[in-house]
């Protein structure tokens, strides 16, 4: 396995060879900044990435495929880098066609794609998931659970509408957990928010005394009614789920979703059940950014109006979805292998 550090170049970058598959590896790096790097040069035959394809013409010549392994985030590598000005890296990529191949969390296929679901392994990312209990809760203390970690430019217009509309009342909710100082649209308005203080006394719950464990957040879901998931991509050309929606699936949670539009139909695709029995989830449709984060917002509104027993109603004749969803979850790679095909190079 390579060991990729800050000071990797392209000129010291090693792939891994597998000849039983006829593949050449390489590993994540550093969200493939490296391979951006190698288009600096005005021209692509004279540029660095395109000479370091060049050394392995003899392997594609054989049929071996160049797989970079990125399969964390759910952007492709024009998401890093677009165009030094001249060309693009799908530019220089086009003159290995079809050898070259990028493996991410997209769950869309493209030319140089290849899905892999990583996030949908919740023994990875939720490894005590098969041993909870998870029952019908009697009370809620909040309406939602709604987490921002980092305060990306298409969560901080979701958020200015929660607060316009008074609706973080309604929440548990996290907001700029890594005290990041500057970042698109902040405003006096945004307040610092750590989940485990989101209410009074919160961070005491599961016995601990300052933090709380974020892996599992488990106290979290079983005191909200539902989440509000605001994922870490709303492009159109990307469908991406991370831990979060995972998250919500194993602790039987019902969501609203705020991510690319045709997400609910992806999910529906892989055999999970949504809630449009219960609530208008048309919003998935909607391309526009602003009208769709206003028909989240009505949707949110809406439930924000619905009290405790009527929640635990609606809870109860979710719960058979809500224990298919969980269940799919465990099946996932076994039922559609072909988005893990490449699990192992995690290893």
Known sequence: MNIVTNKTTLKTVIPIIDDDKKLIILKQLNHCVVLSHGISSKSIETSLLYNF?????????????MIIFNPTEGHNLDKVVISNGEYTLYDV??????HVKIISSNLLDTKYNIPYALWFEPHLIYPTIHSSNISIPKNYSKHFLYQNRIPKLERTYLYNKMIENNLLDYCMYSWNVENIKKYPGRNPNHKNMLLETSIANYNKIDNHTEFIDMSSLNSFYKNTFC????????DEDIIFFTEKTTKAIANKHPFIFFNSPYSIKKLKEFGFKTFDKWWDESYDTISDINERIGKIIELITQLSKKNNNELIQIR????????????NLFFLKDNY??????SYLLA
């Open 53 to 65: 394809l060049n050394k392995y013409q003899p392997y594609f010549k054989k049929g071996y495929t």
């Open 316 to 327: 109860k004749e979710m719960d058979a979805i809500l224990t298919h969803n969980r269940n």
């Open 337 to 342: 292998p072909n988005y893990f095909k490449y």
């Open 93 to 98: 990529f086009d003159k290995f066609y079809p």
């Open 227 to 234: 989440s509000i998931l605001v994922e870490s991509e709303i």
